[in-house]
T-cell receptor, first 118, second 113 residues
């Protein structure tokens, strides 16, 4: 089974509108972290936001918020007031086993390409 | 700018050759991770070093090897290159092995002809 599933290959949003990018995950660990990264056409991977499995509140970073629904194993990224510069690939990722001393890798989804239009 | 540096930015080489990719982590970060991003495999974890010691291996081919030096910079060595090794190779760093965000470098784009 896929550890991270991003079902939207591509999304369009109008400038200044909000958009939600979906991410579901699969893990049996109790302690894990969920991340979102942005990859513009230039190629770099930019960290956006982090949510720990024990965090009670949804994470927010400026215009980014993470809608964390633990029971549904979903960690959707919400971008408010979209800007043209938000056009990019967005990757959801997970680190498992955070409390075991063995957490290491990030497991990534396949990404969602977001296009912001005028 | 994440603070992670990678050189070179682009590398073009031929099949059968060997290349070395270099990564300097953010100041103070002890962990270095290597990832490969290709069209068919997506983003794949290769290997993790913490303070000079190998901590975890992912889908890293035997033709690939890595090390982390006392000054904490890391090198990824790719040998006997094949066309399928063409990819974007990322280095990431974090202050500790677990529980912290990984910050990515700009990547090295490797093209094998």
């Amino acid at each position: 089974a896929q550890k991270i599933t991003q079902t939207q290959p591509g999304m369009f949003v109008q400038e200044k509108e909000a958009v939600t990018l979906d991410c579901t995950y699969d893990t049996s660990d109790q302690s894990y972290g969920l991340f979102w990264y942005k990859q513009p056409s230039s190629g770099e991977m930019i960290f956006l936001i982090y949510q720990g499995s024990y965090d009670e509140q949804n994470a927010t970073e400026g215009r980014y918020s993470l809608n964390f629904q633990k029971a549904r194993k979903s960690a959707n990224l919400v971008i408010s007031a979209s800007q043209l510069g938000d056009s990019a690939m967005y990757f959801c990722a997970m680190r498992e086993g955070l409390n075991t001393g063995t957490a290491s890798k990030l497991t990534f989804g396949t990404g969602t390409r977001l296009q912001v239009t005028l | 700018d994440s603070g992670v540096t990678q050189t070179p930015k682009h590398l073009i080489t031929a099949t059968g050759q060997r290349v070395t990719l270099r990564c300097s982590p953010r100041s103070g970060d002890l962990s270095v991770y290597w990832y490969q991003q290709s069209l068919d495999q997506g983003l794949q974890f290769l290997i993790h070093y913490y303070n000079g010691e190998e901590r975890a291996k992912g889908n890293i081919l035997e033709r690939f090897s890595a090390q982390q030096f006392p000054d904490l910079h890391s090198e990824l060595n790719l040998s006997s290159l094949e066309l399928g090794d063409s990819a974007l190779y990322f280095c990431a760093s974090s202050p500790r092995p677990t529980g912290y965000t990984q910050y990515f470098g700009p990547g090295t784009r490797l093209t094998v002809l």
